[in-house]
């Protein structure tokens, strides 16, 4: 058996406060009978624990305050912690509403995110390093600068990418890819419910559609997404497959509740594409 893939997630940690309730309030509006939950999340934490869920064995350095949860979910999933750097300020923190549909919104408030520097950054012997736009771009660019392999996944997008970035493997949705703009290396784009799309040098090389799901809460879907392609390109699965793969995963946590609560087993994924 080949041994598991080394991944290096340097991101955010959040702790996600989320509210359910059966619409969501349009400006100006009140809704009242929401139920809250307080759960671990962060794009850099989450695509870290979906890895190790996947097979992977994962490091993650980020930052946080003084709450433990997320550093206790990564812990509980085998992920190594040891790159993670604790100040006094506040952890970052996420404010979620889902409706009844699925649909969300989202406000980040950064918190120790914002605070990540480059001298933070240890990646260890890694395969990949997998970055997201949470955080600051000199610690996107100091992970970058020690890279074999680097996946950014350009969310929240913003434009342009830190100074001497050009990634291994740019994952993007529609949205963020208007803003990054066009990319000549290889680049995955999501498209929700249409699956996902990988190109290299503008040229399509592989298209995939996700398995049919009752949607619950789309929050950590992408992370999912980003996580399995990492996983099954390091795992030297066809790309074609790897995309597939994918887009399970990513569907598959589309259909729970929560941020990492929902990121599905490497089992999971199989079992979902052999139905």
Do not use: H, W
């Not at 349009?26 to 624990?49: C, F, H, S, W, Y």
């Not at 869920?53 to 190594?80: I, K, T, W, Y």
């Not at 996107?140 to 001497?164: D, H, S, V, Y």
């Amino acid at each position: 058996m080949s041994p598991a893939p080394r991944i290096t997630v340097v991101g955010s940690a959040n702790t996600d406060l989320v509210a359910r309730c059966e619409k969501l309030p349009r400006p100006g509006e009140t809704v009242t009978d929401a139920a809250l939950e307080r759960i671990p999340g962060g794009k850099g934490a989450n695509q870290a624990v979906a890895a190790a869920r996947l097979g992977a064995d994962v490091r993650f350095v980020g930052r946080v305050g003084a709450d433990d949860l997320v550093l206790r979910s990564m812990e509980r999933e085998g992920v190594d912690a040891s790159g993670v750097s604790r100040d006094d300020g506040e952890s970052g923190t996420a404010l979620i509403l889902v409706d009844a549909s699925g649909e969300n919104v989202i406000v980040v408030a950064p918190g120790a995110n914002r605070r990540l520097r480059a001298a933070d950054v240890e990646i260890g012997e890694a395969d990949a390093v997998m970055c997201q736009m949470e955080i600051p771009g000199e610690a996107i660019e100091a992970a970058a600068g020690r890279a074999t392999f680097l996946c950014l996944n350009a969310a929240p997008a913003r434009a342009p990418l830190p100074p001497g970035v050009e990634p291994d493997l740019l994952i993007v949705n529609r949205y963020e890819r208007e803003i990054v703009g066009s990319y000549r290396g290889l680049m995955a784009l999501t498209l929700g419910a249409e699956g996902a799309v990988l190109c290299e040098n503008g040229v399509e090389v592989a298209r995939a559609r996700p398995p049919r799901v009752e949607v619950v809460d789309g929050t950590a879907a992408g992370d999912a997404f980003c996580a399995a392609l990492v996983v099954s390109l390091l795992e030297e699965r066809p790309r074609e497959l790897a995309l597939v793969r994918a887009c399970a995963a990513g569907a598959l946590a589309a259909s729970r509740p929560g941020a990492q609560p929902s990121l599905p087993t490497a089992a999971e994924v199989d079992r979902v594409l052999e139905t």
